[in-house]
C-alpha cells in the first residue's frame, strides 16, 4: 500500500490517466517506452482495459489498489461521464489526504468531515463548493470504500451511512454527510423567441440592433446553430444529440408536416432503452444545410489531406440492416469484419463508423470539427460557453458588465437548458391545442386525457422519463401551480417578435414574468435599453 512521503517537498496532487484505445495502446505506447514494446500484452495479462482510471500519486506512483477499483465491475458499470467525475473527485480527496500525511486507507470519519470543511464552507478555500457538487463527490467516496470494505480488501470505511425511506417506500442507505443544501434540479428555461435571440447574437454573430456584426467570422457557424436548434425542438439530451450518424437524421419529404420523426439508439440514451423523438422540420432542413455546406467542405479537405487514412481506427461500414433490431456491419483496417446492433453501439465506437464516398471514406458521425474528424459530445459545452460570453458582451450595457449581480441582459443557455425549454414549449403548446384549437368542454377534455393521456405524460414521454414524477418534479414544477388554461384565455395580442407559434409569445412572456429561472427577452431586452440610455 502506498504510503505518502512526509519530506514536504512534493507540491503537486493526485493525478488521473486514462488507458486508451487498444489500437492507440498497441500502436502507439509501446515504440515509445524502450523495453516496453509488450506492454498491451502486459495490460491485457492483468485484465486492463481501454477506458480504466490510471491513479498517480504525487510521487510519480501507481496505487495498486486503487487501480483494481478501476478495473472493477462497480465502476466499470457507470457511464463515460460518472467514471470520469468520480475518478477526478477520488483525486482530490486523495490530494487533501496527502497534504495530511495519510494513505486514502487510512482515512476517518473526521477527515472526511474537515474535508467537507474545505470544500464548503473554508473562507481560505477560493473555490467552495455547493450542496449539489458535495453529495457527487460524496457519492465517488462512497462508492470507492464500499468496495474496498469488502473481503479480502477489509478497508475501514470513513463514510458513515443512515438509513432513509424512498420515495416509494423503500428503504435505502444513503451517505450521513449528504448536503440539506441540495437543489432538487438546475433549471434553465428560454422562451421561444428568447432562443431565437441566443442563437442569432451567440452563435450568428448579430448586433443587439439584429444585423449581422461587420467582420463577424464565424467557425462553423451552420453546424452550431443546427446542433443547437436541433436541441430546442427535439428535448434530446447533448449525447444523444451530438452521437448521432448520418442516416438517423429524419429525412424531410413533400408534405411531411411540422415534425419528424427519428429514433435514438438504446445506448446513448440515460436509461438504455430506444425511444423515438421529434424535431422540427426547420431544424432538420438546418441540419441538411450543414451536410450539404460546411460539412462536405470539411470532409473533402480530411481526404485530400489524408487525414482519414492516418486514422489508427477505423470501421468501415458494409451494410446497415432493416427490421426491429437492425445491425451495423463492417470491415476494419486488419480486414476483420464485425457487427454489432445499432441500438448497442456506443458512441466511442460510434465515432468510428466511415462510409464509402466518391471520394474516399467519409465519417458517419454526423457533428464533425473543422478537421474534418468527429466532434466529441463534451466538446459542445464550449460552443455554448462562447455564444453566451458574446451574448453578454453585446448584450450588457458596458457600465453594468460583471459587476452587478440583480440585474441580467444576457440570456443564459447550456446544452441541457434546450432540454427544459423543450418541455416547457411542449407542455404550454399541448394545453393550448386542448383548449384553444380543438375547442374541447370539460367534458370532451377529460375524454380525450382518458383515451390519450394529460399534456404531463405526453412531455413524460418526449423526454422519456420513466416516472412522471420526474417530469413534474425536476423540468416543471415552478410552472405546475399556474393557471394554464385561464392564461391561455386571456392571453392577448402583442405583437412579437417572429417565433415558433408566435401566438403564444405572449403566454410564454407572462410565465416567465410570473416564475423564477425562465428567461425571456421581453424583461431582458428592455432593461437593457433603459439601462443602456
Same mark, same amino acid.
Given at each position: 500500500? +502506498?504510503?505518502?512521503?512526509?519530506? &514536504? ?60 477499483? &478501476?478495473? @472493477? ?20 480527496? +486523495? ?48 462508492? +470507492? ?52 435571440r441566443w442563437v442569432d447574437v451567440g452563435l450568428r454573430g448579430y448586433t443587439r440592433e439584429g444585423v449581422p456584426e461587420a467582420g463577424w467570422v464565424g467557425r462553423l457557424e451552420d453546424r452550431n446553430v443546427a446542433f443547437v436548434r436541433m436541441l430546442v425542438s427535439s428535448g434530446l439530451r447533448r449525447l444523444e444529440g451530438a452521437s448521432l450518424l448520418t442516416f438517423e437524421v429524419p ?5 411531411? &408536416? ?40 470539411? *470532409? ?11 486514422? @489508427? ?14 445491425? *451495423? ?6 480486414? *476483420? ?91 404550454? *403548446? ?5 383548449d384553444q384549437r380543438y375547442g374541447l368542454s370539460p367534458e370532451e377534455r377529460r375524454d380525450f386525457r382518458l383515451l390519450y393521456g394529460d399534456p404531463w405524460f405526453m412531455v413524460q414521454n418526449l423526454l422519456g422519463h420513466a416516472q412522471r414524477e420526474t417530469t413534474v418534479k425536476h423540468y416543471l414544477a415552478p410552472v405546475a401551480d399556474l393557471q394554464l388554461r385561464a392564461m391561455l ?14 401566438? +403564444? ?9 410570473? @416564475? ?18
Open positions: 500500500m +502506498l504510503k505518502p512521503i512526509r519530506r &514536504g517537498e512534493v507540491s503537486v496532487g493526485w493525478r488521473v490517466f486514462w488507458v486508451p484505445r487498444d489500437a492507440v495502446r498497441g500502436g502507439v505506447r509501446g515504440p515509445l517506452l524502450e523495453g516496453w514494446d509488450d506492454l498491451a500484452a502486459r495490460e491485457d495479462a492483468v485484465g486492463v482495459r481501454a477506458g480504466d482510471p490510471i491513479f498517480l500519486s504525487p510521487d510519480y506512483r501507481v496505487d495498486s489498489l486503487l487501480s483494481l477499483y &478501476g478495473q @472493477s465491475n462497480e465502476f466499470r458499470g457507470y457511464t463515460p461521464e460518472t467514471r470520469r467525475n468520480y475518478a477526478t473527485d477520488i483525486a482530490l480527496l +486523495l490530494t487533501f489526504l496527502w497534504s495530511r500525511g495519510k494513505a486514502w486507507t487510512e482515512a476517518e470519519s473526521r477527515d472526511l468531515e474537515d474535508f467537507e470543511h474545505w470544500r464548503r464552507y473554508a473562507p481560505a478555500n477560493p473555490i467552495r463548493i455547493g450542496g449539489s457538487k458535495w453529495d457527487r463527490e460524496l457519492a465517488a467516496f462512497a462508492s +470507492l470504500y464500499k468496495w474496498a470494505a469488502k473481503p479480502p480488501r477489509l478497508v475501514p470505511n470513513p463514510v458513515a451511512m443512515r438509513q432513509v425511506m424512498g420515495r416509494n417506500g423503500e428503504v435505502m442507505t444513503v451517505p450521513d454527510q449528504k448536503a440539506a443544501d441540495t437543489k432538487p434540479s438546475n433549471v434553465h428555461w428560454l422562451t421561444p423567441r428568447t432562443w431565437v429525412v424531410r419529404h413533400r408534405g411531411g &408536416g411540422r415534425y419528424y420523426r427519428g429514433k435514438v439508439a438504446a445506448q446513448v440514451t440515460r436509461s438504455k432503452k430506444q425511444r423515438t423523438f421529434y424535431v422540427a422540420s426547420d431544424a432538420v432542413g438546418d441540419i441538411e444545410t450543414y451536410v450539404d455546406s460546411s460539412r462536405a467542405w470539411a *470532409v473533402r479537405q480530411a481526404q485530400q489531406a489524408g487525414r482519414y487514412d492516418r486514422l @489508427s481506427e477505423m470501421r468501415l461500414v458494409t451494410e446497415v440492416t432493416r427490421g426491429l433490431r437492425p445491425k *451495423v456491419r463492417w470491415c476494419d483496417r486488419n480486414g *476483420v469484419l464485425g457487427e454489432l446492433e445499432l441500438n448497442r453501439l456506443p458512441w466511442q465506437e460510434r465515432m468510428l463508423l466511415f462510409a464509402e464516398g466518391p471520394h474516399g471514406p467519409e465519417p458517419l458521425w454526423l457533428w464533425l470539427n473543422e478537421q474534418g474528424l468527429p466532434f466529441q459530445p463534451h466538446s459542445w459545452e464550449g460552443v455554448f460557453r462562447t455564444a453566451n460570453k458574446r451574448c453578454e458582451r453585446i448584450l450588457t450595457p458596458p457600465k453594468h458588465r460583471g459587476m452587478d449581480p440583480h440585474q441580467v441582459y444576457a440570456p443564459y443557455a447550456t446544452p441541457h437548458s434546450a432540454r427544459h425549454s423543450f418541455a416547457l414549449y411542449m407542455l404550454v *403548446v399541448l394545453n393550448y391545442l386542448m384565455a386571456t392571453a392577448g395580442d402583442d405583437d412579437v417578435a417572429e417565433a415558433p407559434m408566435p401566438e +403564444l409569445d405572449a403566454v410564454f412572456a407572462r410565465v416567465a414574468r410570473e @416564475s423564477e429561472g425562465i428567461q425571456d427577452i421581453d424583461v431582458c431586452m428592455r432593461s437593457a435599453v433603459s439601462g443602456a440610455a
